[in-house]
């Protein structure tokens, strides 16, 4: 079920920013759930107007999402970004985003998740939304549109702070989405293979033992001893003059 409201080709997508939730990590339903309810509560008269929508997660339930996708943090891929449909068969059904109806009927929006009046999307996170955007505008081109897709700010269409800084990304957006190859050098550049150098095994050279140098020692001299016979004979010349002595 589509809502018949669309005026072909879908040509333009428009930039916004939710100041609602980052939302960090979490799953599509909970996101989809999050803008449905926000859009009942601000656009939709709190259920009052049927929203004509499906919802993208939830077969048979219609959503009030004003927007065709969202992005937010994803940690788990090489973007550290996601997007999320908000609504079921996005290209094909109106949502009430950029204040301008016959934009609304040419264009697509993203809600990109959180407030970025004081902050930036990383460039990896554009990339993001450049590589979704590519496909669209390669698409449009082959159909026989040589100007593709515009990517406009809602501020362009209505008197908003919307996107907030995001407005300062656009012309890097559309590089990205013109430059894929010079963007993924940049962004995601090639590792090179890791070199194992070989191991290397040093030749064996026999050790040679470390011999200490023989401490040098003095020649000894041997004391010069009186042998002993004649030692004896000295003592009994000693003895006999005493006797001598003694006798006079
Ligand atoms: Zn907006």
């Not at 065709?68 to 997007?83: A, E, M, T």
């Not at 070989?198 to 040679?208: G, L």
Request: charged share 15%; hydrophobic share 35%.
């Amino acid at each position: 079920m589509n809502d018949d409201n669309r005026v072909y080709p879908v040509d333009v997508f428009v930039l916004h920013h939710s100041t609602g939730p980052d939302f960090v990590d979490t799953d599509d339903l909970t996101i989809q759930d999050w803008y449905s309810n926000t859009g009942k509560a601000r656009a939709y008269q709190n259920g009052a107007i049927n929203p004509q929508h499906e919802h993208p997660g939830r077969p048979g339930q219609l959503t009030y999402a004003q927007a065709q996708f969202s992005g937010s943090v994803d940690s788990s891929n090489k973007y550290n970004y996601k997007l999320t449909d908000l609504i079921a068969r996005p290209w094909n059904n109106v949502a009430w985003h950029a204040g301008n109806w016959g934009i609304n009927q040419k264009s697509c929006g993203i809600e990109c998740c959180g407030n970025y009046s004081d902050k930036l999307l990383e460039d990896r996170q554009l990339m993001c939304i450049a590589d979704f955007l590519r496909e669209q505008d390669i698409a449009l081109i082959n159909a026989g549109y040589p100007n593709g897709l515009q990517v406009m700010l809602h501020n362009e269409i209505y008197a908003t702070a919307c996107p907030g800084r995001i407005s300062e990304q656009r012309d890097t957006l559309v590089d990205m989405i013109n430059n894929p190859t010079k963007w993924n050098g940049i962004l995601f550049p090639a590792t090179p293979p890791v070199v194992t150098p070989p191991v290397v095994v040093p030749p064996v050279t026999p050790e040679v033992p470390i011999v200490p140098e023989a401490p040098v020692t003095p020649p000894v001299t041997p004391p010069i001893k009186i042998p002993v016979k004649h030692h004896w004979f000295i003592l009994f010349l000693q003895w006999l003059l005493k006797l001598l002595e003694g006798g006079k």
